[in-house]
T-cell receptor, first 111, second 114 residues
């Protein structure tokens, strides 16, 4: 079983749609959680951290369920510029000792 | 004023050669990383250094040897290159003590072994 699992997609959605990505992790020692975004042929960039209480950044909402070892990302009012691969990321141990990336979920937003 | 820089951006070489990739960060971070992203786009950690000391070595073949001359630099030397080494290699840096664990990635080095 992979340490971090994501639905690879692709998700094809129209502009303005709401889309949700899910991620599960297997290591209960996981300490911190993130969503990164990677555009084609570019480096990954932090989209947002994920906190236990859930957090929102504009159109993006992240949720964490430690009991179920489940992380989600919700994108509202999708824009063409949201088209990218979204990577679920888990740090195991404190201070970022080991970082595990999910394989990513591809999103295509079309006009 | 690039935060994390890598050179070269592209590297094409023959099997059996030895090559190096350089990485520098000007963010004042104490931790640096090397990742490999293969053709299936799966990003996997190779090494992690904290204050110039190796913290993580994820069962990478010993043909790969990282070197950290100081906290701002983490270079990757690869001996006897193989076809399977073809991938994009990303350097990243972060600050373990900051409480955020956010990592900042370089633009990547696209290595092609012929």
């Amino acid at each position: 079983r992979k340490e971090v699992e994501q639905d690879p997609g692709p998700f094809n959605v129209p502009e303005g749609a709401t889309v949700a990505f899910n991620c599960t992790y297997s290591n209960s020692a996981s300490q911190s959680f993130f969503w990164y975004r990677q555009d084609c042929r570019k480096e990954p960039k932090l989209l947002m951290s994920v906190y236990s209480s859930g957090n929102e950044d504009g159109r993006f909402t992240a949720q964490l369920n430690r009991a179920s070892q489940y992380i989600s990302l919700l994108i509202r009012d999708s824009k063409l510029s949201d088209s990218a691969t979204y990577l679920c990321v888990v740090n195991i141990g404190t201070g970022g000792f080991k970082t595990i990336f999910g394989a990513g979920t591809r999103l295509f937003v079309k006009a | 004023d690039t935060a994390v820089s890598q050179t070269p951006k592209y590297l094409v070489t023959q099997m059996g050669n030895d090559k190096s990739i350089k990485c520098e960060q000007n963010l004042g971070h104490d931790t640096m990383y090397w990742y490999k992203q293969d053709s299936k786009k799966f990003l996997k950690i190779m090494f992690s250094y904290n204050n110039k000391e190796l913290i993580i070595n994820e069962t990478v073949p010993n043909r790969f040897s990282p070197k950290s001359p100081d906290k701002a630099h983490l270079n990757l030397h690869i001996n006897s290159l193989e076809l399977g080494d073809s991938a994009v290699y990303f350097c990243a840096s972060g600050s373990r003590g900051s409480g955020t664990d956010t990592q900042y990635f370089g633009p990547g080095t696209r290595l092609t072994v012929l």
